[in-house]
């Protein structure tokens, strides 16, 4: 039988930030920062069971979403500064395709094609350009696969996707001069990146005494060159925090035949190399 989920979600959420100390590399003593975000959306959801062991989904998502922002800053002399921005994101689309096949009791399989959004935001520091204040929305279209497999004391779960973002947005921070205390944090975009990889994971219970784990994944990343702030060029390479490998596996002997709740555990991991910012 064919299920329909609908919805409708409406939020108006008002932040207010008072601080005072070493803020925006020291260019301000103290802030008084006020961010209005309003936010609606309609969203739709089908459920078609095309027979006993293929279920489609899809979901349709409708979104607006407008943030303001006003903020007042005193400098190490007390003078006092103000800024005001608005961003507003209208007819923001997100939508999911995905299959469900169950093979047999133990075998199944999965499918889905997304789309995706984070919405424009603003960057309060002062010390970038006007035209870097605001950065823009970023979307990402997403296709991914997956076998699961389970039995008796044995599983294997493995997965595999590929992601293209468009206007990536990218959490940077800049020093202003050689004093370390000189820093501050904004998001700015590139034009585009991409992702790409699997992971594979195995259980198998041995004997009633041992139990075995592992995982294996490969990631590949790319974010496009960039400027933020300088003529520096940025990007054009793996993106940060995303290591290409990772591997490992887990070993456990229970012995609680000998002492209740005692066991023993052998395991070992990797991670490759990454880069720690954008």
């Known amino acids: 039988n064919l299920t329909i ?6 939020s108006k959420l008002k932040e207010i930030d008072f601080r005072d100390g070493w803020l925006f590399a020291g260019t301000a003593k103290n802030i008084n920062s006020k961010f209005d975000i309003f936010n609606y959306a309609i969203y739709t959801q089908l459920t078609y069971p095309l027979s006993n062991k293929l279920i489609l989904t899809s979901t349709l998502r409708y979104d ?4 303001k922002n006003n903020l007042s800053w005193r400098d190490g002399d007390y003078n006092l ?3 005001y921005y608005s961003v507003k994101d209208n007819n923001l689309i997100g939508a999911i395709i995905k299959i469900n096949y169950k093979y047999n009791d133990n075998l199944f399989f999965n499918s889905s094609l997304s789309r995706g959004y984070k919405t424009s935001g603003i960057n309060q520091t002062p010390l970038i350009d006007e035209s870097l204040k605001v950065y823009d929305t970023e979307y990402c279209n997403n296709l991914d696969f997956g076998i699961n497999y389970l039995k008796d004391n044995y599983s294997f779960k493995f ?6 973002r468009f206007n990536p947005q990218l959490r940077l921070s800049t020093q202003l001069n050689e004093s370390p205390l000189s820093f501050d944090y904004a998001t700015f975009n590139s034009d585009y990146a991409y992702n790409y990889g699997f992971e594979l994971n195995i259980n198998l219970k041995a004997s009633d005494n041992i139990i075995f784990n592992s995982y294996l994944s490969y990631l590949k990343t790319y974010v496009s060159s960039f400027q933020f702030i300088g003529d520096q060029i940025y990007g054009n390479r793996d993106a940060a925090h995303s290591p290409n490998n990772k591997y490992g596996f887990n070993l456990k002997y229970d012995m609680s035949k000998v002492l209740r709740g005692l066991s023993l555990n052998m395991s070992s991991s990797f991670i490759g190399s990454f880069y720690f910012e954008e």
């Open 5 to 10: 989920n609908s919805g409708l979600y409406l």
């Open 159 to 164: 997965s595999t996707f590929y992601m293209y």
């Open 64 to 67: 607006v979403n407008e943030t």
């Open 81 to 83: 500064f103000s800024s």
